[in-house]
């Protein structure tokens, strides 16, 4: 089975940063585009960011120009960069393949921003 792991998620304030990691096989990284996903409460899961191999990106407009999403295909990782985090952020935050398969949902890790 499978198995992408996140971590980095946690409490921070409005106006903060936070650096989400995702390890994995590197078979995966090797072949699929990678994206981020969240979760509110109450709300569907939808895309946040996603990244090609070659390095191209594409955001939410929710995320453009305060996220950034890197990879490194090598070392089997993707990450996600949040700054200047808002409540409306607060989310428990996955990645998977793009388009996603649902035996590559992992645990995801808990956003919150609040003061």
């Known amino acids: 089975q499978v198995q992408l792991v996140e971590s980095g998620g946690g409490l921070v304030q409005p106006g903060g940063s936070l650096r989400l990691s995702c390890t994995g096989s590197?078979?995966?990284?090797?072949?699929?585009?990678m994206g981020w996903y969240c979760q509110a409460p109450g709300k569907q899961r939808e895309l946040v960011a996603a990244?090609?191999?070659?390095?191209?990106?594409n955001y939410a407009d929710s995320a453009k120009g305060r996220f950034t999403i890197s990879r490194d295909n090598a070392k089997g990782t993707v990450s996600l960069q949040m700054n200047s985090l808002k409540p409306e952020d607060t989310a428990v935050y996955y990645c998977?393949?793009?388009?996603?398969?649902?035996?590559?949902w992992g645990q995801g890790t808990q956003v919150t921003v609040s003061s």
């Open positions: 590197r078979s995966i990284f090797a072949i699929y585009v």
């Open positions: 998977n393949v793009r388009p996603p398969r649902p035996d590559y």
């Open positions: 990244i090609t191999r070659d390095g191209r990106t």
